[in-house]
């Protein structure tokens, strides 16, 4: 790191359906301080832009002591959606703002502000952040999976968020883990999302609880079936909980075994609510790996939990600047 990188900092956004956080994070990946707002998306997409670069006005006017606005290299937006990654503009997706389609975020703030913009879909930005500072750190290949509602992925090769040909790599929630299976409203059957997202996890517990009555999770209403509180079954030694926690692993390792093969990475980063599970559910993973993808008889790839929790969104955002700060 030469002087001029480790005084340099950056804004990151994290764009949500009810809050918009935002901060001031080093080179390296600290986060100096913090801002939040809620996003009113209901006021539409319009209003939440104009929200975000007021926000970022006042983070301006409010640097953390011994920083200079001429410190800040610029702007990095994380949300959910699709983002085509030349204009920032939301393509398709999951951010509940109307009106946000086809906003180009980026040049929209690059002429209010005056500062260099990248926008990106918060999986990419999760796994920017734990390549960067965290869990992937030193990996030059790292691919990176958020296991909640659905399941989100993103790869980084080299420090940079690999978008492939139209902007769609690392979709790893829709890779194929049942040539038959469930129906997934992307257009395929048998996604990874369908079967070992936390919400999956929780549907198949559902499930399991009604057809067996020996276990914890049997005398639980559907409600209180969740993928927290089959983990917490499943670490009481409730055979049950942990066949459906295995079962998600098997899906899992399924999927992320052809990601392996055919990039190589150093490790798989996993986040989400469902990395809660921890060794419960990496363990199965590492195991399945060793059975499906032969390099690992050579080298097995780590398969390890996050490490930067909640502000993993507000720090790979800001990575976003300095990677991509000399592309266009
Ligand atoms: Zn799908």
Not at 42 to 64: F, N, T
Not at 104 to 124: K, Q, Y
Not at 148 to 170: C, D, E, L, P, S
Request: charged share 15%.
């Amino acid at each position: 790191m030469t002087a001029s990188s480790s005084s340099e900092y950056a804004l990151g956004i994290d764009l949500g359906g009810t809050g918009i956080k935002a901060g001031v994070v080093s080179a390296h990946g600290t986060l100096l301080r913090e801002w939040k707002v809620p996003t009113e998306a209901e006021k539409g997409g319009g209003y939440v832009v104009a929200r975000m670069i007021a926000l970022c006005r006042q983070i301006l006017s409010e640097l953390p002591e011994g920083i200079q606005s001429e410190q800040i290299i610029g702007i990095g937006i994380g949300s959910p959606g699709v983002f085509d990654f030349k204009t920032g503009a939301l393509v398709a997706g999951a951010v509940n703002i109307p009106g946000l389609n086809g906003t180009p975020m980026r040049s929209i703030f690059e002429a209010e502000l005056g500062l260099p913009t990248r926008v990106d879909n918060d999986a990419n930005v999760f796994v920017l952040a734990e390549a960067r500072s965290g869990a992937g750190r030193d990996a030059s290949v790292a691919v990176g999976y958020t296991i909640g509602t659905g399941i989100g992925g993103g790869v980084v090769i080299g420090g940079k968020v690999f978008h492939g040909a139209w902007g769609f790599a690392g979709e790893l929630g829709h890779v194929t883990v049942e040539p038959e299976g469930i129906y997934c409203p992307c257009g395929n059957h048998g996604c990874m999302e369908s079967y070992a997202s936390a919400n999956a996890i929780a549907t198949y517990a559902r499930q399991a609880a009604e057809i067996h009555d020996n276990s914890i999770l049997s005398g639980m209403s559907p409600d209180e079936i969740t993928c927290k509180s089959v983990g917490e079954a499943a670490a009481q030694g409730d055979a049950l909980a942990r066949h459906v926690i295995e079962r998600a692993a098997f899906y899992l390792s399924v999927g992320i075994g052809s990601t392996v093969i055919a990039l190589n990475p150093a490790v798989i980063i996993i986040g989400g609510g469902g990395a809660l599970l921890g060794e419960m559910l990496f363990e199965p993973i590492r195991k399945h790996l060793r059975r499906r993808v032969y390099h690992q008889r050579v080298q097995s790839v780590d398969v390890v939990g996050a490490q930067l929790g909640v502000d993993a969104g507000i720090i790979g955002a800001a990575g976003l600047a300095f990677a991509e700060r000399n592309s266009n």
